[in-house]
């Protein structure tokens, strides 16, 4: 059953070492992500589960290998299979928190912890199907989910400026600070694609994950547009027996 969730974006220069004079930058968004895994730490999950996207869709082990060699950082954590960029800053926000990699009051030990890997063109039926397995892999399961919103905010964006690109961030913004998990279900993967969002896949193996489920808390914690890309950080969580509304 799904008890929590944290929505993060996974750009390499998150992690200061790969943005280097331009770190302070994203220094809120860090901030903010590192709320996010905390309340995800908080909710005393049995299980973790980092799902982002990637080139084909796949399950890796605790022992995967997240590194950030690739963008220059000679970072590497794991003797595994290679974890595509969405998982390992995952693993990095996981390593910063420390909580959810049983060094702290969650006590979920790294053999506790999965990573998730959803192709990037999966379907909006395959990726809800996901996320219901994932929600019952164990008794007490959070998702970290990484997933960048799209990348046409600007004329300077690496797709360059789209007039639809707004309001999609506005939707998804709207949907991740709601749970609503139809909103997210009913994303369009073409015109995801077409405005170049790396977290579409991910975000509705997230509403897979969490349909059927009593309506959860949520929040937006950030929003910010850089380099014309959209990061969205939220938070979910379940409400304790007896905090639900009636």
């Known amino acids: 059953m799904l008890i929590s969730a944290a929505v993060c974006p996974h750009p390499p220069v998150l992690v200061p070492e790969a943005a280097g004079e331009a770190a302070p930058e994203l220094d809120a968004m860090r901030a903010a992500c590192d709320e996010a895994v905390r309340r995800l730490g908080a909710s005393r999950p049995d299980a973790v589960v980092v799902v982002g996207g990637g080139p084909e869709t796949r399950a890796y082990g605790g022992e995967a290998t997240a590194t950030l060699r690739p963008y220059g950082l000679d970072l590497v954590w794991g003797s595994g299979p290679d974890l595509p960029l969405s998982l390992?800053?995952?693993?990095?926000l996981l390593t910063r928190d420390g909580t959810l990699l049983g060094q702290g009051t969650s006590?979920?030990?790294?053999?506790?912890?999965?990573?998730?890997?959803?192709a990037f063109d999966a379907t909006p039926d395959e990726c809800l199907r996901l996320g219901r397995e994932l929600a019952g892999c164990a008794p007490h399961v959070a998702l970290?989910?990484?997933g960048d919103?799209?990348?046409?905010?600007?004329e300077k964006a690496p797709g360059s400026l789209d007039e639809r690109a707004a309001g999609y961030e506005d939707a998804v913004a709207q949907a991740l600070g709601r749970?609503?998990?139809?909103?997210?279900?009913?994303?369009?993967?073409?015109?995801s694609r077409q405005l170049q969002v790396a977290g579409r896949a991910a975000w509705q193996v997230l509403a897979g994950a969490a349909v059927g489920a009593n309506r959860f808390e949520a929040g937006l914690l950030a929003r910010e547009e850089p380099y014309g890309v959209g990061y969205l950080v939220a938070s979910w969580r379940r409400p304790e027996r007896g905090q639900e509304a009636g």
């Open 88 to 92: 390992t800053i995952g693993h990095w």
């Open 149 to 154: 919103g799209t990348a046409c905010l600007s």
């Open 107 to 118: 006590e979920v030990q790294p053999e506790g912890v999965r990573y998730q890997s959803v």
């Open 144 to 146: 970290l989910v990484m």
């Open 179 to 191: 749970a609503d998990t139809a909103a997210l279900a009913g994303l369009d993967p073409e015109v």
